[in-house]
Structure formats: structure tokens, C-alpha cells
């Protein structure tokens, strides 16, 4: 199985760039999900990295290393409706031959004016 | 527009009852998810399908089964409901993994409140 931490809640101001790490530790890697969950409402994709480095979709970026088990979710120019859960998580190939992903816990950010 | 449908957004069951979640998906994807999401813990896997009649357990499986007679619909059933099941149920659906980046999509989830 895996271990993902990722901390527990974040603040930061409107306008500004904020970094949501996340570290895991897993025997056979096969991608890492970022996923978005407004209060009430389901997890909405958000980014995939299966490769090293950085992927950017618009203001929102996902950077990972496979050799430190490390990736993180960058949100620049932050707007208040950013203001959710983001969620981390990594699919493993299992013993049984399934891929099947695990979700950490998932980081509360709060944005203020 | 993948849609991942649950059939209740609010449910209120007693101790010791039968209770059914279902779960519809209209986009023909192989795999079938049900989550459980507790504040601090996270969500976590009771049990998935990866075809028509086949299921496995995820991490916390007991005092829960799950049905899938049809690739579009999975159901999750409490054979007894208990407190501790108290909890928001999450449906989800994927295609068919294979070192492919096929996202899971969610359903908008279904709050079951055990008394």
C-alpha cells in the first residue's frame, strides 16, 4: 500500500501563490492525481503526472519526483473560489494486478481577501 | 459530459436496517468505486468493480457488500446499519487503468446519517 501526507490545512492570501505538497511511499508507482473538492460537492479532476516535472494548465500547476516520492500543486494568482479541499492521490499497481489509486487526506486551503 | 449519478443526496436510516446506495454512470467506463469521506480521514476505499459481476474489497470493507449486475450501475449495501456508518458515500468511475491518466469521475455523493 501506499503512505501520502500531505498537510492538513493552508492559508494564503488573494492574488498570491501558494505550494500544496504532497510525499508518498509506494512499491509500484503508476501515477499521481490532484483532484479539487468544494465544501458539499464532489472531487473534481484536477492534474495527472506519470513523468518527472511540471505540468501547467493555466494557473494551476502539479510537479513530480518519482525518486523522492514527492509532488506538489501550485495555484497562482489565487482567487477566493479557491478556497476548497485539494485532495492528493496515487495509484499503485496492487498484487492483484489492479490499479487502483489512494487518496491522502487532502489539504483544506483557505483564502482571504 | 461523463455523469456519475447517486440516487439520494440525503439519507436518514436506523440501526439495524438495510440500507442500498445506488450509483449510475452513463459513460460505458469499466471501474466502479464506492468511498467513504470522514472529516480527518479522508476518503477511503470500501470496495471497487472492474467489470460486470466482479468486485473487490478496498481498505474497509466489512459491514458493507456491493452489487454489480450492470457495467453502469454499482450499489453499496449496509446489511445492518450501524452509528459508525454514519458517513458521506462517494460513488466513482473510471475507464479501465493501465499506465493511461484516466481520471476518476465523482458522483455528487450521498450523506447517510445512521441513528
Known amino acids: 500500500g501506499q503512505n501520502i501526507d500531505q498537510p492538513t490545512e493552508m492559508t494564503a492570501t488573494e492574488g498570491a501563490i501558494v505550494q500544496i505538497n504532497c510525499t508518498y511511499q509506494t512499491s509500484g508507482f503508476n501515477g499521481l492525481f490532484w483532484y479539487q473538492q468544494h465544501a458539499g460537492e464532489a472531487p473534481t479532476f484536477l492534474s495527472y503526472?506519470?513523468?518527472?516535472g511540471l505540468e501547467e494548465k493555466g494557473r494551476f500547476s502539479s510537479f513530480l519526483s518519482r525518486s523522492k516520492g514527492y509532488s506538489y500543486l501550485l495555484l497562482k494568482e489565487l482567487q477566493m473560489k479557491d478556497s476548497a479541499s485539494y485532495l492528493c492521490?496515487?495509484?499503485?499497481?496492487?498484487?492483484?494486478?489492479?490499479?487502483?489509486?489512494?487518496f491522502g487526506r487532502g489539504t483544506s486551503l483557505i483564502v482571504h481577501p | 459530459d461523463v455523469k456519475v449519478t447517486q440516487s439520494s443526496r440525503y439519507l436518514v436510516k436506523r440501526t439495524g436496517e438495510k440500507v442500498f446506495l445506488e450509483c449510475v454512470q452513463d459513460?460505458?467506463?469499466?471501474?466502479m468505486f464506492w468511498y467513504r469521506q470522514d472529516p480527518g480521514l479522508g476518503l477511503r476505499l470500501i470496495y471497487f468493480s472492474y467489470d460486470v459481476k466482479m468486485k473487490e474489497k478496498g481498505d474497509i470493507p466489512e459491514g458493507y457488500s456491493v452489487s454489480r449486475e450492470k457495467k453502469e450501475r454499482f450499489s453499496l449495501i449496509l446489511e445492518s446499519a450501524s452509528t459508525n456508518q454514519t458517513s458521506m458515500y462517494l460513488c466513482a468511475s473510471s475507464l479501465l487503468t493501465s499506465g493511461s491518466s484516466y481520471e476518476q469521475y465523482f458522483g455528487p455523493g450521498t450523506r447517510l446519517t445512521v441513528t
Open positions: 503526472n506519470v513523468l518527472d
Open positions: 459513460m460505458d467506463h469499466e471501474n
Open positions: 492521490a496515487v495509484r499503485d499497481l496492487e498484487s492483484g494486478g489492479s490499479y487502483i489509486p489512494t
